[in-house]
T-cell receptor
């Protein structure tokens, strides 16, 4: 049981490039989330999903897109990368809101130059 | 909108001593959950403890306990018998009682443990 896995661990992008951050969980959780963490700050929610085929915006969705075609995978797409998107990105999953516990992946550090 | 405030950017404690990290929050909701997450240098977020707002009893997990003051909207974390492995960034988080399970995080408190 690997939990929540994220790839890559670190990436450098040039301004205007695009990339996909991968997130996979093997706990059969319905709920999945993408957060970003800027230096010295707490995590902010980008997008979330309550099940396959269902996604919704969080607090800071601009510049990102998501899809959820399977229960296990929740990729985050960055189009036209900007320096403001330099951050650490965390994926998380949870079984149900009643339980309330989210399990986090190890994070992806992204640097946009 | 709900907010979470951690007013202590950094704290330090001697090994084996006790330390308390502060957290306050603002909400008009009556049904919600509060969490403390630990983020060690590896950056992975680890759940430390959870408190349901409807429970009057303070949550406890081994050396970690909370002081939940609902009327004051305060949710502090007490770490007893501090260990070197407790050194990390600690985040307080709030979740509404609704169905989406979205977490709102504070800015964190960096805890150093001195040997």
């Amino acid at each position: 049981n690997a939990g929540v896995t994220q790839t890559p661990k670190f990436r450098i992008l040039k301004i205007g490039q695009s990339m996909t951050l991968q997130c996979t969980q093997d706990m059969n959780h319905n709920y999945m989330y993408w957060y970003r963490q800027d230096p010295g700050m707490g995590l902010k929610l980008i997008y979330y999903s309550v099940g396959a085929g269902i996604t919704d915006k969080g607090e800071v969705p601009n510049g990102y897109n998501v899809s959820r075609s399977t229960t296990e995978d929740f990729p985050l797409r960055l189009e036209l990368a900007a320096p403001s998107q330099t951050s650490v990105y965390f994926c998380a999953s949870s079984y149900s809101p009643e339980v309330g516990t989210q399990y986090f992946g190890p994070g992806t550090r992204l640097l946009v130059l | 909108a709900q907010t979470v405030t951690q007013s202590q950017p950094e704290m330090s404690v001697q090994e084996a001593e006790t330390v308390t990290l502060s957290c306050t929050y603002d909400t008009s909701e009556s049904d919600y959950y509060l969490f403390w997450y630990k983020q060690p240098p590896s950056r992975q977020m680890i759940l430390v403890i959870r408190q349901e707002a409807y429970k009057q009893q303070n949550a406890t997990e081994n050396r970690f306990s909370v002081n939940f003051q609902k009327a004051a909207k305060s949710f502090s974390l007490k770490i007893s018998d501090s260990q070197l492995g407790d050194a990390a960034m600690y985040f307080c988080a709030y979740r509404s009682g609704g169905a989406t399970n979205k977490l709102i995080f504070g800015t964190g408190t960096l805890l150093a443990v001195q040997p």
